[in-house]
């Protein structure tokens, strides 16, 4: 009945399943083990009538033309620019680290820094702290110094569950300071967020003759998976020869035959309030102080700014233990981790037609543009 089987409905497996539907004419059958459409980037309109999003900020970013172009096609946009600040021991920071944080931090001395930065480096640079520790200049390795301990190290570490100690030395390294006072922070060429919501992209992208979409569906529960099989897929029981596109966890595919997979997962406080406004950007990092790395207001990212009631969203960081309700987002890449995940990826090269795509299944990170265009390129290889 199918020529495709996709499983998961987030970005990687809409954007494939329309591909293979549209350009190659397949039959694709979507699985997806929750409720809704849409993965982690599913919003929805809560009981006071505020867009959010489910599973933390998404904020579309791309200099992709192809990716951009592709999306265009399901969705208006609505004109946002993300700007983020760090509650750096009660006073609001912009992040990155750019010439407006050194003229508030430095005050009188900004505009000396300010010149050996720019003289250094040149005017808009995008320079690691890695650089500037380095830097013979004393004056620019304490600006170094200020981002790592303020901006970067303690939030590290809430964020990964780590000490400094555990930290690499060349993640810290590449924490930038902007040299120029943009304080978005992105400055791709597109940036926004979907007019009317991510849920409807989705919703259109799976709307098409020769998808069909099967919600609230385990994929171990139609699917079984034996590599060592002369019928290496089944699906309800019977055998399938056609495309399988996994974006899932991979460990979990296999039952964690050869262990579990580390990620880090996130619990998400919402609480709402009946007054205009909670804070001062869409977004505000805890980077120095609190149990939770960041507070999310959604009426800046959606456009809500008329409503006279706000919802916000605290994020906490934990250990993913593979518990009901616990969701995986962040892999902890490091060789331990990364071999043990090869020894995973073994399993399904043996299946010429098994492909694995996205965050979880490839055990890395992806932006939402990043996805995209992997998606696109994948479908055009199959």
């Not at 920071?93 to 407006?100: A, E, R, S």
């Not at 380095?134 to 301990?149: D, K, T, W």
């Not at 492909?355 to 992806?366: M, P, S």
Request: contains cysteine; glycine residues 8%.
């Amino acid at each position: 009945m199918y020529d495709s089987i996709v499983i998961g409905c987030g970005f990687a497996g809409a954007t494939v399943a329309r591909e293979l539907a549209e350009r190659r004419g397949h039959k694709v059958l979507v699985l997806d083990s929750r409720s809704h459409v849409g993965g982690n980037c599913y919003d929805l309109e809560d009981e006071n009538g505020i867009l959010i999003h489910q599973y933390g900020p998404h904020i579309f970013h791309t200099n992709i033309d192809r990716v951009y172009d592709y999306l265009s096609r399901f969705t208006e946009w609505y004109d946002y620019s993300h700007e983020v600040v760090g509650n750096v021991y009660g006073k609001e920071l912009p992040i990155p680290f750019n010439l407006n944080t050194l003229e508030m931090v430095y005050g009188d001395r900004a505009p000396h820094l300010e010149e050996l930065l720019v003289q250094e480096f040149g005017q808009g640079a995008r320079v690691p702290i890695l650089d500037l520790m380095n830097h013979e200049n004393p004056e620019l390795q304490e600006i170094a110094q200020y981002v790592y301990e303020n901006v970067f190290l303690k939030y590290t570490m809430k964020q990964l569950g780590k000490s400094p100690k555990e930290i690499d030395p060349a993640v810290s390294g590449r924490v930038p300071v902007l040299l120029s006072r943009d304080n978005r922070y992105f400055q791709d060429k597109y940036q926004g967020l979907p007019l009317h919501g991510y849920t409807p992209i989705f919703e259109t992208m799976l709307d098409y003759e020769g998808i069909e979409l099967r919600l609230d569906c385990e994929a171990r529960r139609v699917l079984t998976i034996n590599p060592e099989s002369d019928t290496p897929i089944l699906l309800d029981g019977d055998e399938f020869e056609g495309e399988v596109i996994f974006t899932g966890a991979l460990d979990e595919l296999f039952d964690c035959c050869y262990g579990r997979l580390p990620y880090r997962s996130l619990r998400f406080d919402f609480e709402h309030y009946n007054q205009k406004f909670y804070q001062s950007h869409g977004v505000v990092n805890y980077t120095v102080s609190e149990d939770f790395t960041r507070i999310t207001e959604f009426k800046y990212l959606t456009g809500q700014l008329d409503k006279e009631d706000t919802t916000i969203v605290k994020e906490y960081p934990m250990p993913y233990s593979g518990k009901e309700g616990e969701i995986p987002y962040y892999a902890i890449n490091n060789e331990a981790n990364n071999a043990l995940y090869e020894k995973y990826v073994k399993l399904v090269e043996k299946i010429p037609q098994f492909h694995l795509l996205g965050r979880l299944a490839e055990y890395k990170y992806y932006n939402i543009d990043a996805i995209v265009d992997r998606a696109l390129t994948l479908a055009r290889e199959i």
